[in-house]
């Protein structure tokens, strides 16, 4: 059973990309039990599968677009959540890879019932990306670095945003 699924939009060779196979393959390596949704074929994937990696290739919708926010994310979500009863995946927590990934994250964990985190990456993000991306519903937020983590805090400060 796959406990933790993985969110990340885009499959191409990059820092976040590098650091979560990394994560996914020592997580393999050990014995744990985490899958893979990705936008794209790509480099992630190929890489997550030669780790005995569960990968799904699944088309995100442009999350934050009109149609998006009004049926596409909800239609994403469904297919996704059909595609991992099928499978007889039944992960527990949706984690998006970047903020990038928030709405994709809750529109899955919603059809699942599951619970949702975040690696929050991006230096250039700011409040409003935070937002948009719906960051403040997800259950978990974990910042990578100190400035970022004070940033998202004065922005959320309701919420607890952990470091890493």
Same mark, same amino acid.
């Not at 050990?30 to 997550?48: D, K, P, V």
């Not at 030669?50 to 979500?77: C, I």
């Not at 996704?80 to 970047?98: C, E, F, M, T, Y």
């Given at each position: /059973?796959?406990?933790?699924?993985? $969110?990340?939009?885009?499959?191409?060779?990059?820092?976040?990309?590098? %650091?979560?196979?990394?994560?996914?393959?020592?997580?393999?390596?050990?014995?744990?039990?985490?899958?893979?949704? %990705? =936008?794209?074929?790509? !480099?992630?994937?190929?890489?997550?599968?030669?780790?005995?990696? *569960? @990968? /799904? @290739?699944?088309?995100?919708?442009?999350?934050?677009?009109? !149609?998006?926010?009004?049926? =596409?994310?909800?239609?994403?979500?469904?297919? @996704?959540?059909?595609?991992?009863?099928?499978?007889?995946?039944?992960?527990?927590? @949706?984690?998006?890879?970047?903020? *990038?990934?928030?709405?994709?994250?809750?529109?899955?964990?919603?059809?699942?019932?599951?619970?949702?985190?975040?690696?929050?990456?991006?230096?250039? /993000? *700011?409040?409003?990306?935070?937002?948009?991306?719906? %960051?403040?519903?997800?259950?978990?937020? $974990?910042?990578?670095?100190?400035?970022?983590?004070?940033?998202?805090?004065? !922005?959320?400060?309701?919420?607890?945003?952990?470091?890493?």
């Amino acid at each position: /059973m796959n406990r933790v699924l993985f $969110i990340q939009r885009k499959a191409h060779r990059a820092g976040a990309q590098s %650091c979560l196979e990394r994560l996914l393959r020592f997580n393999a390596e050990q014995g744990g039990s985490s899958a893979l949704l %990705c =936008g794209e074929r790509g !480099w992630l994937t190929e890489a997550c599968e030669r780790s005995g990696v *569960t @990968v /799904m @290739v699944e088309p995100f919708p442009k999350a934050r677009s009109l !149609w998006a926010l009004l049926y =596409g994310n909800r239609a994403f979500g469904t297919r @996704v959540a059909g595609r991992l009863r099928k499978a007889g995946l039944s992960p527990r927590i @949706v984690h998006a890879n970047d903020h *990038t990934e928030g709405l994709p994250a809750l529109a899955v964990a919603g059809r699942i019932g599951a619970k949702t985190a975040v690696f929050l990456r991006s230096s250039a /993000m *700011t409040r409003r990306d935070y937002y948009k991306n719906a %960051c403040h519903h997800l259950d978990l937020v $974990i910042a990578v670095g100190e400035k970022l983590q004070s940033a998202a805090q004065a !922005w959320d400060p309701e919420k607890r945003v952990r470091l890493i």
